[in-house]
């Protein structure tokens, strides 16, 4: 089930929101967590009812074995940490099985000349999120940071459904104390205005700006042959805003989701297009995912506590990794890389204690990041190169002052069959001129605008105060959808 589909908005959220202060009110309060737990998986099972047992089966599984490191009166001469390998290792065996099996068969194949059959097993949803999450949990609860005994509480933290698809990745202590917490227990009609809130600019986000993106970055990367100079950056500058509004558009439907059951989500992401360097991109691109590689890779590795040597091997290890938990491609890899890469370059730039102003750090950061994007996007090594040739095709340039460069590959795009979003198309036909490039370049241009000069949405959750502003401001995304 999608948070923008209606079925999400206008059926499954309020009924699981009334239902839920009803059994508080009626002081059932471990009903209403069983019930806030059965409409979650409910939730889980409406993309696929057969991948419901897996979850179920993980929830069980890491449960028990955190019952384990967590048992004072513990006298098996087994000692805990092989508890906590085992339990680590069997979640990234589940993980490895459904999202990296065919990769390694179809490698197998390639390098080794063997003829292994591909499973084209159905990725289960969520699987990397909850699979991290509970990770976490053991390691937590080995290091005698979690006591928690009961086991709706555990589900409740694994599968509560604002958090279950795209995180955050949450810890144990940020979110099931507020369960607790008695006081959560009945409305916050504060929290339901900003929850609403930022709720709806989340959806504005992914359905106005994110999902109109997707057709250009589509034509680009993925239908042209080749590209010029401007087609070329269009394409590129439009996957950045696409994933940009898509994630931080997700991001703000789980937080404000949540924040009508008065839970109150870690910040997941926080305007890091406008970072002055990698390091800072990282603290404000997918906070908890950051969070997660630093706690419980890049630190138990060693961290930057060794050799300088070392400390640049861990920081590689570690992105490496994450840019595989993305995806299972040489493309998600090679991404990881770059981004590990530029962290160890700006670890000795800082060494030279030589500074930049910020706005050139942000330009050569936002560029950087571009650039590193549509690794991420290509589905074949051939796709990346064909966008990274035409972006340094700079001959095009005079072609285009003399009015000899076209731009074919948006300008066989009929907005109205792409699908673009109805209200769109109103403003393309009738304030801008009938030019699907102008407009591209218009969406371009109003999109980074937002980006680079707007608060985000947890800069503007911080002042909200109910007035004809923030009113209007939700009707008008509203009414765009």
């Given amino acids: 089930m999608l948070f923008n589909s209606y079925v999400f908005i206008f059926f499954f959220l309020p009924l699981t929101f009334f239902v839920y202060f009803c059994l508080n009110?009626?002081?059932?309060?471990?009903?209403?967590?069983?019930?806030?737990?059965?409409?979650?998986?409910?939730?889980?099972?409406?993309?696929?009812?057969?991948?419901?047992?897996?979850?179920?089966?993980?929830?069980?599984?890491?449960?028990?074995?955190?019952?384990?490191?967590?048992?004072?009166?513990?006298?098996?001469?087994?000692?805990?940490?092989?508890?906590?390998?085992?339990?680590?290792?069997?979640?990234?065996?589940?993980?490895?099985?459904?999202?990296?099996?065919?990769?390694?068969?179809?490698?197998?194949?390639?390098?080794?000349?063997?003829?292994?059959?591909?499973?084209?097993?159905?990725?289960?949803?969520?699987?990397?999120?909850?699979?991290?999450?509970?990770?976490?949990?053991?390691?937590?609860?080995?290091n005698r940071e979690i006591n928690e005994n009961d086991f709706v509480n555990y589900s409740l933290f694994v599968s509560f459904f604002p958090q279950l698809i795209a995180g955050p990745i949450v810890h144990h202590k940020e979110m099931m104390p507020q369960f607790a917490n008695i006081r959560n227990k009945i409305i916050n009609y504060k929290n339901i205005s900003i929850g609403l809130f930022i709720f709806v600019i989340g959806l504005f986000k992914k359905v106005v700006i994110a999902d109109t993106f997707s057709f250009w970055v589509s034509a680009g990367f993925d239908s042209a042959i080749n590209l010029n100079f401007f087609e070329a950056w269009l394409t590129s500058l439009s996957y950045s805003c696409q994933l940009y509004f898509d994630f931080s558009g997700y991001v703000d439907?789980?937080?404000?989701?949540?924040?009508?059951?008065?839970?109150?989500?870690?910040?997941?992401?926080?305007?890091?297009?406008?970072?002055?360097?990698?390091?800072?991109?990282?603290?404000?691109?997918?906070?908890?995912?950051?969070?997660?590689?630093?706690?419980?890779?890049?630190?138990?590795?060693?961290?930057?506590?060794?050799?300088?040597l070392r400390a640049c091997l861990n920081l590689m290890a570690t992105f490496i990794i994450g840019g595989f938990w993305h995806g299972a491609g040489w493309l998600f890899i090679f991404w990881g890389f770059l981004h590990g890469f530029a962290l160890i370059v700006l670890k000795f730039w800082k060494q030279l204690n030589l500074k930049l102003w910020s706005w050139i750090s942000i330009f050569i950061t936002f560029n950087f990041v571009n650039f590193t994007w549509i690794f991420f996007r290509a589905?074949?090594?051939?796709?990346?190169?064909?966008?990274?040739?035409?972006?340094?095709?700079?001959?095009?340039?005079?072609?285009?002052?003399?009015?000899?460069?076209?731009?074919?590959?948006?300008?066989?795009?009929?907005?109205?069959?792409?699908?673009?979003?109805?209200?769109?198309?109103?403003?393309?036909?009738?304030?801008?001129?009938?030019?699907?490039?102008?407009?591209?370049?218009?969406?371009?241009?109003?999109?980074?605008?937002?980006?680079?000069?707007?608060p985000n949405s947890h800069q503007l959750s911080r002042n909200f105060k109910p007035n004809i502003i923030y009113s209007f401001t939700v009707v008008f995304c509203y009414l765009c959808l």
Wanted: with cysteine; charged share 15%.
């Fill in 25 to 142: 009110k009626l002081r059932l309060t471990k009903v209403s967590k069983v019930f806030l737990v059965c409409a979650s998986l409910f939730f889980y099972s409406w993309w696929n009812l057969s991948y419901v047992p897996l979850i179920i089966g993980s929830i069980f599984f890491n449960y028990l074995i955190s019952k384990l490191l967590i048992n004072d009166n513990y006298n098996s001469k087994i000692p805990k940490k092989i508890y906590l390998v085992f339990g680590i290792f069997a979640n990234i065996m589940l993980l490895g099985y459904f999202k990296y099996a065919d990769f390694f068969i179809e490698n197998c194949n390639l390098f080794f000349t063997t003829n292994f059959q591909a499973l084209n097993l159905l990725l289960p949803l969520a699987i990397s999120f909850f699979t991290f999450q509970q990770i976490g949990y053991l390691v937590d609860s080995y």
């Fill in 253 to 308: 439907m789980a937080i404000g989701a949540a924040l009508l059951f008065n839970i109150k989500l870690p910040i997941n992401f926080n305007s890091p297009y406008k970072s002055t360097n990698i390091q800072d991109f990282w603290r404000r691109w997918h906070i908890t995912l950051s969070r997660f590689l630093k706690e419980y890779i890049y630190l138990p590795l060693g961290g930057n506590k060794r050799s300088e």
């Fill in 379 to 454: 589905t074949k090594w051939s796709d990346a190169l064909k966008v990274l040739k035409g972006m340094l095709s700079f001959k095009d340039i005079e072609l285009l002052l003399h009015n000899q460069l076209s731009f074919g590959v948006f300008n066989n795009l009929d907005p109205q069959i792409a699908g673009f979003n109805f209200k769109l198309i109103k403003l393309y036909k009738f304030i801008l001129r009938p030019d699907i490039n102008i407009f591209i370049i218009f969406s371009i241009a109003f999109a980074l605008f937002i980006t680079f000069v707007f």
